[in-house]
Structure formats: structure tokens, C-alpha cells
């Protein structure tokens, strides 16, 4: 029984970091699969979270309580899709290189949050801790249950990253628009030549990733930090890149990477739980995820086929 609580408590840690990744590597299966590469993953989930803690913050203040978590999801998403927006404009209608952009994304995103945090919070390097933050779903007559309940013991945002996982899937495999998003991420001249507009294909694939990802970074303020400071992402924007090259641009395999990447960080808090940090030194521990990054990258990186016209602009005009 000993054990299996145990067990269930891992699997649970690990959803509760593999979401933001899960959401975020969906929002960069979207755009690669479009044919844009977005490096600025990370600086969406900055915006997505900084938009999360401060607008939630205010409808705390406006006395909207248990409804200002939802705002600052909503804040989330437009922040995210204006960050989008930009690497889009930036990669699509003028061409310019997409991993610069996408580079230059994030730097604006860090520095510009930083700077309205201190100026919003009277030279604060973080927001205020929420008060209504996201809390754990307890389902009656099955958090009981051991195993079972512990693992299902989760926060609303898992639950909305796994069916995002299916709706994913099935928008990109069974519809008309994801067959067109694909075809223009493999060979946009022949889908422009039966009629599929490239361009405008290809700025929804990169502001429906901007979408994901502003909600990516805003599961992290709204549940485990509860507050947004500088390091509130601290990287998990490119471990989700690698969730999304590990999973081979599918969106199921995106869930699978971002639950292995998960775990380590599980692991992190379980070593830490159970006094083995008194073993282990410290920094080997907070080293772990990325570590697990860099191992899974050097090991699917020979094995991984991106889109085919992946980071190649489109000029209707040379067909």
C-alpha cells in the first residue's frame, strides 16, 4: 500500500509539472507543423505568466474572488497571442530569420515583464502572492480511493492540458484545416497550387501557439508559484521545444516527452521530500530536468524529421 501511494504521488508530481510543458510543446507542434519555428516559446510562457499573476492580482483587488483566476487565464491567452503575433508578422510577412525572432521574443518578454512587475508593484522584483490561485479538484467518492485518487487529485489546468492533447490530435489528423496546416509545413507550393492559402495558414499556426503557450505559463502562476517573478519559468520553454522534437511534432508524443520530463522534476521534489537531498548535493538535484534535456536532445535529435519546409519562408510569387 506503501507503495503504491508512493507511486501515485509521482505520477501526480509529474502531471503537475508536465503541463505547462504540455501545453506549451502543443503550441510549438502547431507552428512548426505550419512551417515556423518558434524559439520564443519561452518568452510567450513569460508573457503568458506575468499576464496570469498581475491580472489575476487586480480582479483579486476588484473583489471578482474566485472568478479572477479565469481572468488571468483569459489575460494569459491575449498576451500570448500578441508575443505570437509579432514572431509572426516578424517570420512571415517579412521574412525575417525565424529562430532570431524568436530569440528576440524572448529577451523582449523577460525584459518587458520585469520592467512592469517593478513598476506596477513599487519596485518589487515579483507580483504579490494570489489568493485564489487554482486548487486541487476533489471529486467525490474517488479521491478516496488509494492510487486512484491520489493520481487524480489534480488541479483544473492538467485536466484542460490532457483533453487539449485530444482535441490536438484530432483538429490535426481528422479535420480539413489541420491536413492544410501540415501541407504547409511539408510543401507549401504544392498546397498553394490547389488553393490552400499558405500565409494565412501559417499566421494561425503560430497565434494558435501563442494560445497554449500564454495558458503553459500561466498554469505555473495560477497553481505551484502562485506569484510571477524573473525566474518563474526559468527555461521550461525550451524543455518544452524539446518535448515537441522528442515527441516528433505529434501532439501524443508531446504529451509522452513532457510527462518524461516531468518525472525528473518530480523526481527533484521527491528527493527533496524524503531527506535524500541531505545525500545528493543540491545542485545535482536542481540540475536534474535540464540534464534530462540535454541527454534526451544528443539521443532523438538523429532520429527526429521535422516538417520538411521548416523554417523556410514562403514567397507566392517564386511557385
Same mark, same amino acid.
Given at each position: 500500500m506503501e507503495f503504491l501511494n508512493l507511486l501515485g504521488q509521482t505520477i501526480n508530481i509529474t502531471l503537475v509539472?508536465?503541463? !505547462?510543458?504540455?501545453?506549451?510543446? &502543443? $503550441?510549438?507542434?502547431? %507552428?512548426?507543423?505550419?512551417?515556423?519555428?518558434?524559439i520564443g516559446l519561452e518568452?510567450?510562457?513569460? *508573457?503568458?505568466?506575468?499576464?496570469? *499573476?498581475?491580472f489575476s492580482y487586480y480582479a483579486e483587488d476588484a #473583489?471578482?474572488?474566485?472568478?479572477s483566476p479565469y481572468i488571468g487565464l483569459l489575460a494569459a491567452i491575449l498576451l500570448g497571442v500578441i508575443f505570437a503575433w509579432i514572431h509572426a508578422i516578424a517570420s512571415i510577412r517579412f521574412? *525575417?530569420?525565424?529562430?532570431?525572432? #524568436?530569440?528576440?521574443?524572448?529577451?523582449? =518578454?523577460?525584459?518587458?515583464?520585469?520592467? +512592469? @512587475?517593478?513598476?506596477?508593484f513599487e519596485g518589487s522584483g515579483q507580483s504579490p502572492t494570489l489568493q485564489f490561485a487554482f486548487t486541487k479538484l476533489t471529486i467525490p467518492g474517488v479521491t478516496d480511493i488509494p492510487f486512484i485518487g491520489t493520481v487524480l487529485h489534480a488541479y483544473?489546468?492538467?485536466?484542460? =492540458?490532457?483533453?487539449?492533447?485530444?482535441?490536438?490530435?484530432?483538429?490535426?489528423?481528422?479535420?480539413?484545416?489541420? &491536413?492544410? &496546416?501540415?501541407?504547409?509545413?511539408?510543401?507549401? %507550393?504544392?498546397?498553394?497550387?490547389? #488553393?490552400?492559402?499558405? +500565409?494565412?495558414?501559417?499566421?494561425? /499556426?503560430?497565434?494558435? %501557439?501563442?494560445?497554449? !503557450? $500564454? &495558458?503553459?505559463g500561466a498554469t505555473i502562476t495560477l497553481t505551484t508559484t502562485s506569484m510571477f517573478s524573473h525566474n518563474t519559468i526559468s527555461?521550461? /520553454?525550451?524543455?518544452?521545444? !524539446? *518535448?515537441?522534437?522528442?515527441?516528433?511534432?505529434?501532439?501524443?508524443? @508531446?504529451? #509522452?516527452?513532457?510527462?518524461?520530463?516531468?518525472?525528473?522534476?518530480?523526481?527533484k521534489d521527491l528527493l527533496q521530500m524524503y531527506g535524500l537531498s541531505n545525500w545528493i548535493p543540491s545542485e545535482f538535484i536542481y540540475m536534474l530536468p535540464y540534464l534530462f534535456t540535454v541527454l534526451v536532445l544528443i539521443g532523438a535529435v538523429s532520429r527526429a524529421y521535422p516538417p520538411a519546409a521548416l523554417g523556410e519562408p514562403y514567397d507566392p510569387g517564386k511557385r
Open positions: 509539472f508536465s503541463t !505547462a510543458l504540455i501545453l506549451a510543446g &502543443l $503550441g510549438g507542434v502547431f %507552428s512548426e507543423r505550419s512551417g515556423v519555428i518558434n518568452g510567450i510562457m513569460i *508573457a503568458g505568466a506575468f499576464g496570469a *499573476a498581475v #473583489g471578482m474572488g474566485e472568478l521574412k *525575417a530569420n525565424q529562430v532570431v525572432s #524568436g530569440v528576440v521574443i524572448n529577451f523582449l =518578454a523577460l525584459g518587458m515583464t520585469v520592467y +512592469l @512587475v517593478k513598476l506596477l483544473p489546468t492538467t485536466y484542460l =492540458a490532457i483533453i487539449l492533447v485530444f482535441i490536438a490530435y484530432y483538429v490535426l489528423y481528422r479535420t480539413p484545416f489541420g &491536413l492544410r &496546416l501540415r501541407a504547409v509545413g511539408e510543401h507549401p %507550393s504544392a498546397a498553394d497550387t490547389v #488553393g490552400v492559402q499558405v +500565409l494565412r495558414t501559417r499566421y494561425i /499556426g503560430v497565434l494558435l %501557439s501563442g494560445v497554449l !503557450a $500564454g &495558458l503553459g527555461g521550461q /520553454g525550451f524543455i518544452a521545444i !524539446a *518535448a515537441m522534437i522528442f515527441g516528433k511534432w505529434h501532439p501524443v508524443g @508531446v504529451f #509522452g516527452a513532457a510527462c518524461f520530463f516531468g518525472l525528473s522534476q518530480a523526481l
